[in-house]
Nanobody
Framework: QVLLVESGGGSVQTGGSLTLSCLVK????????MAWFRQAPGKEREEREE???????????YYEDGVKGRFTISRDNPKNMVYLQMNSLKPEDTAVYFC??????????????WGQGIQVIVSS
């Protein structure tokens, strides 16, 4: 069983910073591509936005246009951790943030494991 546990969310004012952490328990973390998704208020699960992705060895990183230059995704394979450093936060960053893992041995078209989500609120 693979379990993803997010931490580090909360409320900040515009321009503030937060760092989200995700601990992956079980499985083989070092083989997983990892991502942070976010689901804005009023949006459905299918409308979750892929904010940032990092490959298994950390060599390839993707950012959604709206977070480029402000968010940084990183990982620590020996610790089974992935992080999302969020700077210069804006009210439109308000969302529930989800950590997700893509296991290369499973469904290639979907992320296979998800955390429960953590709330980030940015007030103006």
């Amino acid at each position: 069983q693979v379990l993803l546990v997010e931490s580090g969310g909360g409320s900040v004012q515009t321009g503030g910073s937060l760092t989200l952490s995700c601990l992956v328990k079980g499985g083989t973390f070092s083989t997983y591509n990892m991502a942070w998704f976010r689901q804005a208020p009023g949006k459905e699960r299918e409308e979750r936005e892929e904010a940032a992705v990092i490959s298994a060895n950390g060599g390839t990183i993707y950012y959604e246009d709206g977070v480029k230059g402000r968010f940084t995704i990183s990982r620590d394979n020996p610790k089974n951790m992935v992080y999302l450093q969020m700077n210069s936060l804006k009210p439109e960053d308000t969302a529930v943030y989800f950590c997700a893992a893509d296991d290369p041995r499973r469904d290639p078209d979907n992320y296979d494991y998800w955390g429960q989500g953590i709330q980030v609120i940015v007030s103006s």
